[in-house]
């Protein structure tokens, strides 16, 4: 039985809404760069914004179809293969503006003319449907936000290629205004449907951990070896090491921290290394010296049994 006085793990502030956001879309093949941050997008971007949406927001659907693998020795699949994947945004525009109505309609806006097909008519515009529609590409970006603890809170999903898959009836009401309904599916760029942004703290901070140094061992013979192991570095950076007194007596490499940030570095002690103990430090990069933890003694080689 749970224990009642138990507390709970989850936390409220981690919980998500969209009230504020916004969609954006620009012809795909004029886009010269896509969003690489979640900055609000500049009035002068290539891609415009769609304006409202009904109060149903916005729809991405990430989807996958797999098929299973079976075998003889097995009642259960022993894996899935991917069959098929998706990305779609769906949303209803609310606004009857050039780029909503080109964007449900396939087509663009041109002047329209008299039955000559010269002559413009003043003030009046013509949206041809052709009997074989042309698909057009278009990269979209849907931004939506909050605020938490009074700090926007910002979220971005970037297509580079989409098209429109399907499209909603137009309802034309007296009480209702027109309304675009349309599904959006990504198609493939350079093997990616997409992708999202976010300045939101979805990863925990990675563990501190104090630079430090240790001797492994920290007694040796004289013309024997140790090793400086280090821990709290930065990766890559290039780690140093230094004895003293009588340093000329000890020889070591430089080495590179490891993605964790960890470092090995094999001390070797000259034969004629005085027996006494040692102070042993590392510095790396542009770092302040680091003292070992433990201090190295140095003993007389042990002479090998008869």
Known sequence: MADPNAGNS???????FAPQG????ADADKVSALPRDCTPMASNSEFKALGYVDEGGVTITPSIETDPVKVWQSAVPVLYNVKSASFQIKATLMETNELTTQLF???????????????PIPGTWRLDLKSTPEL???AIVVDWSQNVDGKPVRYRCVIGRAMI???GAIQLQRAENGKFELTIEALDHSGSLGYVLTDDKVKDDAPVVKTEITLQP??????????????GFKEGETVTVMVSPNGDKFTAETRQADALGKVQI???????APISTYEVKATADKQQPITAKDVLSVKAKQAPAS
Do not use: L, M
């Open 10 to 16: 989850g936390n409220a502030k981690k919980i998500r």
């Open 105 to 119: 309609f396939g087509a663009k806006w041109v002047q329209a003319t008299a039955e000559d097909g010269v002559t």
């Open 266 to 272: 094999p001390v070797t002690v000259a034969a004629d």
């Open 22 to 25: 916004e969609i954006y879309v």
């Open 218 to 231: 920290s007694t040796v013979e004289q013309g024997g070896h140790f090793n400086v192991v280090g821990v």
């Open 136 to 138: 057009n590409e278009i």
């Open 165 to 167: 898959s399907d499209r």
